[in-house]
Nanobody, 121 residues
Framework: FQLQASGGGSVQPGSSLRLSCAASGLTLDYNTIGWFRQGSGKGREAVSCVDWIGGSVYADSVKGRFTATRDNAKNTVYLQMNNLRPEDTAVYYC????????????????WGKGTQVTVSS
């Protein structure tokens, strides 16, 4: 099984990016998908969680700016990030954990390689 996050880049504050999490060997329909990030010198933190039936939750720091969606036909989950701030700078990861309703950092089963997001003026 493989997850791959992509879509990161370097942008100015206030810009938008859309990250993608594509899976191979794993059907995302039957998985709850979490987005996490890790800034330089910081621990990994949860950003959003989209459960297998489509419910979603977000960290307070991104609520109202980030939206996670899933396209089961493409076996891909997206993280739309709007109004980006310098504090959003981090490596972003996606992870999956089966038919669950939450995304605990230590409970995710599959992890993808991250994609760097840098927000600076």
């Amino acid at each position: 099984f493989q997850l791959q996050a992509s879509g990161g880049g370097s942008v100015q504050p206030g810009s938008s990016l859309r990250l993608s999490c594509a899976a191979s060997g794993l059907t995302l329909d039957y998985n709850t998908i979490g987005w996490f990030r890790q800034g330089s010198g910081k621990g990994r933190e949860a950003v959003s969680c989209v459960d297998w039936i489509g419910g979603s939750v977000y960290a307070d720091s991104v609520k109202g700016r980030f939206t996670a969606t899933r396209d089961n036909a493409k076996n891909t989950v997206y993280l739309q990030m709007n109004n980006l701030r310098p504090e959003d700078t981090a490596v972003y990861y996606c992870a999956a954990r089966g038919l669950k309703n939450d995304c605990p950092l230590s409970g995710m089963t599959y992890w993808g390689k991250g994609t760097q997001v840098t927000v600076s003026s």
